[in-house]
């Protein structure tokens, strides 16, 4: 099994009065959201993540402050930043993401496929390599 992730650009309607951004589920971004949750007032130097999906599709946008994500698909290794409201990041499938260097004005919001679930994380890191390989 293999997973993928690619950058979205969401369009901002912009006028006189400041920005907006709509994000509706199969048409801007690729599945119907079934959940959405956000993480905020991370404390400084913390690390969160630390698991792959097996299932689950999301979309990770900080709409305020910045974040960095580490994905790794088993293979390598790359470092994203997310640091604007119209930059989405999609993940899909096999991918190991860790997040780390929060501002700490950040609001990262994740818009899910699935509801929570916890028989579909990874925890462990060998068992993610293993998966990758199957
Ligand atoms: P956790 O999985 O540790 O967050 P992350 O992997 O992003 O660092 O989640 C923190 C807590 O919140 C944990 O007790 C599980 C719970 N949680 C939910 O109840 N629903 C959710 O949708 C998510 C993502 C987490």
Same mark, same amino acid.
């Given at each position: 099994?293999i !997973?993928? *992730?690619?950058?979205?650009?969401f @369009?901002?309607?912009?006028? /006189?009065? !400041?920005?907006?951004i709509?994000?509706?589920?199969g048409?801007d971004i690729?599945?119907?959201i %079934?959940?959405? *949750?956000?993480?905020? #007032?991370?404390?400084?130097?913390?690390e969160? !993540?630390? $698991?792959? $999906?097996?299932?689950?599709k999301q979309i990770?946008?900080?709409v %305020?402050?910045?974040?960095?994500?580490?994905?790794?698909?088993?293979?390598?290794? /790359?470092e994203?930043?997310?640091?604007?409201?119209?930059? !989405?990041?999609f993940?899909?499938? +096999?991918i190991w993401?860790?997040m @780390? #260097?929060f501002?700490?004005d950040?609001v990262l =919001?994740?818009?899910?496929?699935? $509801?929570y679930? /916890?028989?579909?994380?990874?925890? #462990?890191?060998?068992k993610f +390599?293993e998966? =990758?390989k199957?």
């Amino acid at each position: 099994m293999i !997973g993928s *992730y690619e950058l979205i650009k969401f @369009k901002i309607r912009g006028d /006189e009065r !400041g920005s907006l951004i709509a994000i509706e589920g199969g048409y801007d971004i690729p599945f119907e959201i %079934k959940r959405v *949750y956000y993480i905020f #007032d991370t404390k400084k130097g913390v690390e969160r !993540g630390f $698991h792959a $999906h097996i299932k689950l599709k999301q979309i990770c946008i900080a709409v %305020k402050g910045s974040c960095t994500f580490v994905l790794d698909d088993g293979k390598k290794r /790359e470092e994203i930043k997310l640091d604007r409201p119209d930059k !989405g990041l999609f993940i899909e499938g +096999l991918i190991w993401r860790e997040m @780390k #260097d929060f501002s700490p004005d950040c609001v990262l =919001v994740v818009l899910a496929s699935e $509801h929570y679930d /916890e028989s579909d994380y990874i925890r #462990d890191y060998q068992k993610f +390599l293993e998966e =990758v390989k199957k």
